[in-house]
């Protein structure tokens, strides 16, 4: 079985450029996460779906980031436009409510860095 | 305020001794995670927990879980090298899918 699939895996941008993630889940999985990741601390969730739906956006910092998760299966995650503290890594990970367990699997990641 | 503690954040150890990593968390939660992260890799599911007294084992890792106590621990027997690696734990709070996360213990097994 295919795991989270992340693209790109690093990216170097410009600050004040916009930069764009893609994830798509494992098969079947109702539930995304996007994440970030700062050098020697745990993620951050920025965004829960369930579905389409985003249903826990609270700590997505709305002037600048967006996502979306088009019919419930790949979502994007964009920010516009980058900051330098906006360098980190980016995991995206799934899980599927009909598990007992709610285990979430995670992506490689997209290591962004801004300059 | 939720937190997840984790102590300590950084262990070295030579390989064939035990250690023991401690996860506490600040209010009621009936699942626990750990996770392994090498470096510049992914998380990695190792355990979930899900009731007071559950103890999980794999290899030379046990997990175990004391709600009453808002404590996990995750036991390493006889380390080897390849066992160097973060460790995070992560409490979901509530029931709501939102995990709040250790800091994470960075463990180096030397051989």
């Known amino acids: 079985e295919a795991g989270v699939v992340q693209s790109p895996r690093y990216k170097i941008i410009e600050k004040k450029q916009p930069v764009a993630f893609w994830c798509n889940p494992i098969?079947?999985?109702?539930?995304l996460y996007w994440y970030l990741q700062n050098l020697g601390q745990g993620p951050e969730l920025l965004i829960r779906y369930e579905n389409e739906e985003a249903v826990d956006d609270s700590q997505l910092p709305k002037d600048r980031f967006s996502a979306e998760r088009l019919k419930g299966v790949d979502s994007t995650l964009k920010i516009q436009p980058a900051e330098l503290g906006d360098s980190a890594v980016y995991l995206c990970?799934?899980?599927?409510?009909?598990?007992?367990?709610?285990?979430?699997?995670f992506g490689p990641g997209t290591r962004l860095t801004v300059l | 305020e939720l937190k997840v503690e984790q102590n300590p954040l950084f262990l070295s150890m030579q390989e064939g001794k035990n250690y023991t990593i401690y996860c506490n968390y600040s209010t009621t939660s009936d699942r626990l995670y750990w996770y392994r992260q090498d470096p510049g890799k992914s998380l990695e599911s190792l355990f979930v927990?899900?009731?007071n007294g559950a103890v999980k084992q794999e290899g030379r890792l046990m997990a175990s879980l004391d709600t009453k106590a808002r404590l996990s621990t995750l036991h390493i027997t006889a380390a080897v090298h390849d066992l160097s690696a973060t460790y995070f734990c992560a409490v979901d709070m509530d029931s709501n899918y939102q995990l709040i996360w250790g800091a994470g213990t960075k463990l180096i097994i030397k051989p």
């Open positions: 990970a799934s899980s599927s409510t009909s598990s007992w367990t709610d285990t979430q699997y």
């Open positions: 927990l899900l009731s």
């Open positions: 098969s079947g999985h109702n539930t």
